[in-house]
């Protein structure tokens, strides 16, 4: 089995996040209220980065990456997508203990 490896350059709050790209595209629809993402193997590779880039534990809550269409990788028919860190999810409850 071969293993697939990504990295990203540490964090640093003078630059702010970098998720390096190699090309390829990626297109976020909306179909019947499901998102749907469909890209080449460059352009998941891609988005694979930038999560990977906001899971950096020095980055702070609401750190983001914006992505419209026609901008590297999302494609001209691509709906607008963002990318967020957040400590606790939105949807997470407190637990109550």
Do not use: F
């Not at 350059?9 to 996040?17: C, F, K, L, N, R």
């Amino acid at each position: 089995m071969t293993d697939n490896s990504l990295s990203v350059p540490a964090y640093d709050p003078a630059i702010g996040v970098v998720a390096p790209a190699e090309g390829g595209t990626v297109t976020i629809e909306i179909v019947n209220g499901s998102v749907e993402i469909l890209g080449d193997p460059a352009g998941l590779r891609g988005l694979a980065r930038m999560c990977l880039a906001l899971a950096d534990s020095r980055l702070p809550d609401g750190a983001h990456i914006h992505l419209d269409a026609g901008i590297n990788p999302l494609d001209l028919g691509s709906a607008s997508l963002m990318l967020a860190r957040h400590a606790t999810p939105r949807h997470a409850t407190p637990s109550t203990a």
